[in-house]
């Protein structure tokens, strides 16, 4: 099921719990569409102010027309779902408007933490930067290989930078009475921010790949011999 | 698997199945051993630049064979040890990233100076959650061989659902849900708290009837909650005590487009052992929930009023 929102466009039907209201259209004159709810529609066309009477009846029956299909469609998907209760049965996987990919920008956020720390009644730039690069490792950790740790490594490297940088704002925003707890959240941070550093530095120096290097060699060695012995298999 | 270790000379794999290391012997020249633990043999052959041409030959073809197959292994060993080792530094990524984010959750929680926005009048006498809460629910699952209880962690949001949250932890304080079993494991929610008997919400003893809260809903870029408002088919105020949990696995119930938006009060997520949700079903029961923190932002509590 989708879900309810705004498209651009003349009507906009959604569910069978449809919804559409007042856009300005591109000649710049308010456009009432329909209201359809579940049962019983209303169905309105505008009428402009603008000339022709007779380019507005064409328009206005056109209008209708529309409304008048969509309606029927409304009613079909209504009366075709055999029970309006839960759970909803599904209805067509990709969008039902072009429109909806706009609306819904990147993956859904199912990290609880997330949707938590995005809740909070706060508006401060400079901590959601640091937020943001932390939250991005689960991402870079996604990714498969040598490459993920290089991720990482910037992620923290940029949420050190926004911190440093941003850690006066930071702490300006913090309320009075949490001032000395705040203070010490961020050193903890910083703090915390470095280790992180240095577990993903350390990734270089375990020596393991130039071991490998070492073996390959000796097997291309090797290999060489046993051609060259051919009484061997 | 066992540790690379190095050892004087040429190459040094090391494993349960190989083993092929360089030593010098009493007169001074190398000798390559070779040792096969896992094929039952063990080969031994010399290399020396005297002696023997055609006894050369055969024990150095041996020896080639054997130590091709042993490097082969080895370097297959040495690039699992090597995943092995990048695994160890991305496993100590994590928690370190979670320990960091709980901190700028923590700052990020302390610019919030006090309650941001007044709830209406005709709620203002209602159990409030000016801020958040956190509480344990221990659930005890049964006829399930991998798992018997769970503690499910959840927080509770009341900058953006005050009147819901409120309702819900006042109930909690009054024992209302312990004991209560799951009522509804679909796959799609997992749903608790109806009473038993005829009422299908909580009874307040102050009035003898069911206690309501309205519907409250935070949109994102207001100030403050709306009340009361759905396009839902049910009575927009008819909430009481029953309670369910969005698992946010089927594809039909997507984060942030899904039909629920809306339509239902959000008031708190599970941020431990949420994955357990899902194998919650009907007839397990809760056996307690308990506030563990916040308890002190519960406004206007009413289980303190002994009936």
């Given at each position: 099921?989708?879900?309810?929102?705004?498209?651009?466009?003349?009507f906009?039907?959604?569910?069978?719990?449809?919804f559409?209201?007042?856009?300005?259209?591109?000649?710049?004159?308010?456009?009432?569409?329909?209201w359809?709810?579940?049962?019983?529609?209303?169905?309105?066309?505008?009428?402009?102010?603008?000339?022709?009477?007779?380019?507005?009846?064409?328009?206005?029956?056109?209008?209708?027309?529309?409304?008048a299909?969509?309606?029927?469609?409304?009613?079909?998907?209504?009366?075709?779902?055999?029970?309006?209760?839960?759970?909803?049965h599904?209805?067509?996987?990709?969008?039902?408007?072009?429109?909806?990919s706009?609306?819904?920008?990147?993956?859904?956020?199912?990290?609880?933490?997330?949707?938590?720390?995005?809740?909070?009644?706060?508006?401060?730039?400079?901590?959601?930067?640091?937020?943001?690069?932390?939250?991005?490792?689960?991402?870079?950790?996604?990714v498969?290989?040598?490459?993920?740790l290089?991720?990482?490594?910037?992620?923290?490297?940029?949420?050190?930078?926004?911190?440093?940088?941003?850690r006066?704002?930071?702490?300006?925003?913090?309320?009075?009475?949490?001032?000395?707890?705040?203070?010490?959240?961020?050193?903890?941070?910083?703090?915390?921010?470095?280790?992180?550093?240095?577990?993903?530095?350390?990734?270089?120096?375990?020596?393991?790949?130039?071991?490998?290097?070492?073996?390959?060699?000796?097997?291309?060695?090797?290999?060489?011999?046993?051609?060259?012995?051919?009484?061997?298999? | 698997?066992?540790?690379?270790?190095?050892?004087?000379?040429?190459f040094?794999?090391?494993?349960?199945?190989?083993?092929?290391?360089?030593?010098?012997?009493?007169?001074?020249?190398?000798?390559?051993?070779?040792?096969?633990?896992?094929?039952?043999?063990?080969?031994?052959?010399?290399?020396?630049?005297?002696?023997?041409?055609?006894?050369?030959?055969?024990?150095?073809?041996?020896?080639?064979?054997?130590?091709a197959?042993?490097?082969a292994?080895?370097?297959?060993?040495?690039?699992?040890?090597?995943?092995?080792?990048?695994?160890?530094?991305?496993?100590?990524?994590?928690?370190?990233?979670?320990?960091?984010?709980?901190?700028?959750?923590?700052?990020?929680?302390?610019?919030?100076?006090?309650?941001?926005?007044?709830?209406?009048?005709?709620?203002k006498?209602?159990?409030?959650?000016?801020?958040?809460?956190?509480?344990?629910?221990?659930?005890?699952?049964?006829?399930?061989?991998?798992?018997?209880?769970?503690?499910?962690r959840?927080?509770?949001?009341?900058?953006?659902?005050?009147?819901?949250?409120?309702?819900?932890?006042?109930?909690?304080?009054?024992?209302?849900?312990?004991g209560?079993?799951?009522?509804?494991?679909?796959?799609?929610?997992?749903?608790?708290?109806?009473?038993?008997?005829?009422?299908?919400?909580?009874?307040d003893?102050?009035?003898?009837?069911?206690?309501t809260?309205?519907?409250?809903i935070?949109?994102?870029?207001?100030?403050?909650?709306?009340?009361?408002?759905?396009?839902?088919?049910?009575?927009?105020?008819?909430?009481?005590?029953?309670?369910?949990?969005?698992l946010?696995?089927?594809?039909?119930?997507?984060?942030n487009?899904?039909?629920?938006?809306?339509?239902?009060a959000?008031?708190?997520?599970?941020?431990?052992?949420?994955?357990?949700?899902?194998?919650?079903?009907?007839?397990?029961?809760?056996?307690?929930?308990?506030?563990?923190?916040?308890?002190d932002?519960?406004?206007?509590?009413?289980?303190?009023?002994?009936?």
């Amino acid at each position: 099921m989708a879900a309810l929102l705004s498209a651009p466009g003349r009507f906009s039907p959604v569910s069978p719990f449809a919804f559409c209201y007042v856009r300005k259209a591109s000649d710049g004159l308010p456009r009432r569409v329909g209201w359809m709810r579940s049962l019983g529609h209303r169905c309105t066309a505008s009428c402009s102010t603008r000339g022709d009477r007779g380019e507005e009846e064409r328009k206005r029956s056109f209008d209708l027309k529309d409304c008048a299909l969509t309606a029927a469609i409304a009613v079909g998907l209504v009366t075709g779902i055999p029970h309006l209760g839960w759970p909803a049965h599904a209805s067509p996987a990709g969008p039902v408007l072009p429109g909806l990919s706009v609306l819904i920008s990147g993956p859904p956020i199912k990290d609880p933490g997330v949707l938590l720390r995005n809740a909070l009644p706060i508006n401060n730039k400079a901590i959601r930067e640091v937020q943001k690069p932390l939250e991005d490792i689960s991402e870079s950790l996604k990714v498969s290989g040598v490459k993920a740790l290089d991720l990482v490594e910037r992620n923290v490297r940029q949420a050190s930078r926004a911190l440093s940088q941003g850690r006066e704002l930071i702490m300006a925003s913090v309320a009075e009475s949490k001032k000395q707890h705040g203070e010490d959240l961020v050193n903890k941070l910083v703090v915390g921010l470095e280790e992180l550093g240095r577990i993903v530095e350390q990734r270089d120096r375990d020596a393991v790949a130039p071991k490998q290097k070492e073996l390959l060699n000796y097997v291309g060695g090797f290999l060489k011999q046993l051609h060259e012995h051919a009484r061997l298999f | 698997m066992a540790a690379l270790l190095s050892a004087p000379g040429r190459f040094s794999p090391v494993s349960p199945f190989a083993f092929c290391y360089v030593r010098k012997a009493s007169d001074g020249l190398p000798r390559r051993v070779g040792w096969m633990r896992s094929l039952g043999h063990r080969c031994t052959a010399s290399c020396s630049t005297r002696g023997d041409r055609g006894e050369e030959e055969r024990k150095r073809s041996f020896d080639l064979k054997d130590c091709a197959l042993t490097a082969a292994i080895a370097v297959g060993l040495v690039t699992e040890l090597g995943r092995i080792v990048e695994q160890r530094d991305r496993d100590a990524v994590a928690p370190k990233q979670k320990e960091l984010l709980n901190y700028v959750g923590g700052v990020e929680e302390d610019m919030v100076d006090g309650f941001p926005y007044e709830v209406p009048e005709e709620y203002k006498d209602m159990p409030l959650l000016k801020g958040r809460a956190t509480v344990d629910m221990k659930v005890k699952v049964k006829d399930n061989p991998n798992v018997q209880d769970c503690v499910f962690r959840i927080v509770l949001d009341g900058y953006n659902a005050p009147v819901t949250a409120g309702n819900f932890v006042d109930l909690v304080e009054r024992h209302f849900y312990d004991g209560m079993e799951i009522q509804r494991a679909d796959g799609f929610v997992v749903q608790t708290g109806d009473p038993e008997g005829p009422a299908e919400g909580f009874i307040d003893p102050s009035t003898e009837k069911v206690r309501t809260i309205p519907l409250e809903i935070m949109v994102v870029g207001d100030k403050s909650p709306v009340y009361g408002a759905t396009l839902e088919e049910f009575e927009n105020n008819s909430a009481s005590s029953q309670v369910f949990w969005l698992l946010k696995e089927s594809e039909l119930t997507p984060s942030n487009a899904n039909i629920l938006d809306g339509r239902y009060a959000v008031f708190g997520y599970v941020t431990e052992n949420e994955g357990y949700l899902a194998d919650l079903k009907v007839g397990d029961v809760v056996e307690s929930i308990q506030v563990v923190s916040g308890l002190d932002n519960l406004v206007n509590p009413s289980y303190k009023i002994v009936g």
